[in-house]
């Protein structure tokens, strides 16, 4: 796959550059690069009223390691008003550290809320592609709009980012990643695949970050990456498939695992716009944490792999059991439930959301008496699930919401106060969105899909196309706009706006709407 890169790098250099031996330290000098090194692109993200970090990481040989030489390198940064940086408001230069792959993680502070911005790198000779951001609303400020996009699961095999290209044509003020921004497999495992993965099932960190590499390596992805703020979580393909904390879904030695995953989390860290917050310590990474937007809506980012108890019922879909409804077991862990709670507890804002991997509503696949439910979604830790609901609906927190990625297809719910029971009281709405790729190409194409909706009464919609889900909240309503695509097993492709759903503020539920609202 070609990638267009700065012709700088071939009209203003004739080979490798080289500093002379001046007494200067290795990152002080001008760097060596066998090629382009920003072949990865650039990005921004955590935005918050007055900072915005930025990323990059120099790899002129994005497949083969890297292809960068073992030392230090300073990179130089601007931050302007304009895309032409007539206006430069922030500059300085920042290590990309050969221990985190030269990866670069810019916390630039002291600007402006809710102001667009323009910023890129230099490296020796060269200057990166240029990246357009945008900081958050003052949280004491009185906002009237946002809108967004969620995406997740980006199956590079299973598909074309086609989704991406689409969303760089939005008018978005940040993107939110659900998870399984990569997948794991080895080449060739999907029966969907129209294009195939490098190396073999990724195990070690050079592993990882080849995978984030190749992903990254893909234009329409690199293109949404640089024109709107992206605030990251995490799911299991990111590591292994339904991984549960420190317990694998194969069979692995623990100590073979721990390894694994501190791997896994050290390259997501590396190619993802993070604070230093979230900067891997001990095999651990520090991912839920909460973002404000204005006096309009509050997200608590949470994370339901890193802390979990393992799978009931060997996971799958299971009938319940005493296991899956035992009130000691846990999806959040202690420490992430309790700052949820407390946070919840705070809010002043008109929405709340939760943004998070898997099913959060009741989700019963089978026809009949019998309940067969997803043991890696909430269903599979319902006591803990039926605690929360009870909490928001105790505590009267206003308005919540549930984000969804990890399930690869559409999915919109009342969160009901006990999902056994149609005629309870609904206390807040779940949006779950599909996967960018991964499914390959679909439509509405499960299995007797009247069974879903008989069994699940507080189901309002399901779809099996790919695509993101477009939200826009404003005081009075939130509104989700599937917008899906008709195929991704090859480039291009035209988007639609499926079906659009709204919630009133302090009307609980979802109803759907016309597309021209």
Not at 246 to 268: G, H, N, T, V
Not at 286 to 306: N, P, S, W
Not at 412 to 441: Q, R
């Amino acid at each position: 796959m070609k990638i267009n890169v700065s012709e700088s790098f071939h009209e203003k250099t004739a080979g490798i550059r080289t500093a002379e031996s001046d007494g200067r330290t290795a990152a002080e000098k001008v760097p060596r690069f066998t090629a382009y090194p920003f072949t990865l692109g650039v990005s921004s993200g955590e935005p918050l009223p007055d900072s915005v970090v930025l990323w990059t990481r120099l790899a002129p040989e994005p497949l083969n390691g890297g292809g960068m030489p073992p030392e230090d390198v300073m990179v130089r940064w601007e931050v302007a008003r304009d895309p032409d940086f007539r206006e430069v408001v922030k500059q300085g230069e920042e290590a990309a550290k050969r221990e985190y792959a030269h990866s670069v993680h810019v916390e630039v502070e002291g600007l402006e809320p809710d102001t667009v911005y323009y910023y890129r790198f230099h490296a020796g000779y060269e200057t990166s592609q240029t990246g357009r951001t945008k900081t958050l609303p003052l949280q004491t400020s009185a906002v009237d709009r946002l809108v967004f996009a969620f995406v997740s699961c980006q199956h590079f095999e299973e598909g074309y980012y086609t989704a991406y290209r689409r969303l760089a044509e939005e008018d978005l003020d940040f993107v939110l990643h659900l998870g399984d921004a990569i997948y794991e497999y080895g080449p060739g495992t999907s029966s969907k695949c129209v294009r195939l993965h490098k190396g073999a099932e990724t195990l070690t960190l050079e592993d990882y970050r080849t995978r984030h590499a190749q992903y990254l390596y893909d234009a329409d992805y690199r293109l949404a990456r640089s024109l709107f703020p992206w605030i990251v979580t995490w799911d299991d393909h990111d590591v292994e498939n339904n991984y549960a904390g420190l317990i694998p879904e194969k069979d692995q030695s623990p100590d073979r695992f721990i390894l694994r995953r501190a791997s896994a989390y050290q390259a997501y860290y590396e190619h993802m716009p993070l604070r230093r917050s979230s900067m891997p310590r001990g095999g651990d990474m520090q991912m839920y944490r909460k973002v404000t937007c204005g006096d309009l809506a509050e997200f608590h980012i949470l994370d339901t792999r890193q802390y979990r108890d393992d799978q009931a019922n060997q996971d799958g879909n299971k009938p319940p059991s005493f296991e899956s409804t035992d009130p000691s077991r846990s999806i959040l862990g202690h420490e992430q439930k309790k700052w949820l709670y407390d946070g919840l507890r705070r809010s002043q804002s008109t929405w709340n959301v939760l943004a998070q991997q898997v099913f959060f509503s009741q989700v019963d696949h089978q026809a009949g008496e019998t309940k067969v439910l997803p043991m890696d979604g909430w269903d599979g830790y319902s006591a803990e699930r039926n605690e929360l609901v009870e909490f928001l609906q105790k505590q009267h927190i206003a308005n919540p919401i549930v984000l969804t990625g990890d399930v690869h297809t559409n999915w919109v719910f009342d969160i009901k106060s006990d999902f056994d029971n149609p005629n309870s009281t609904t206390v807040g709405a779940e949006f779950a969105g599909t996967s960018v790729t991964s499914g390959g190409d679909r439509a509405n194409t499960i299995k007797d899909p009247d069974i879903l909706y008989m069994e699940n009464p507080h189901l309002k919609f399901f779809n099996d196309q790919r695509g993101y889900v477009r939200c826009t909240v404003t005081k009075q309503y939130w509104r989700s706009d599937y917008r899906l695509l008709d195929y991704v097993s090859k480039p291009g492709g035209p988007i639609s706006t499926v079906a659009s759903f709204i919630c009133e503020n302090g009307r609980p539920g979802v109803r759907r709407v016309s597309d021209t609202m």
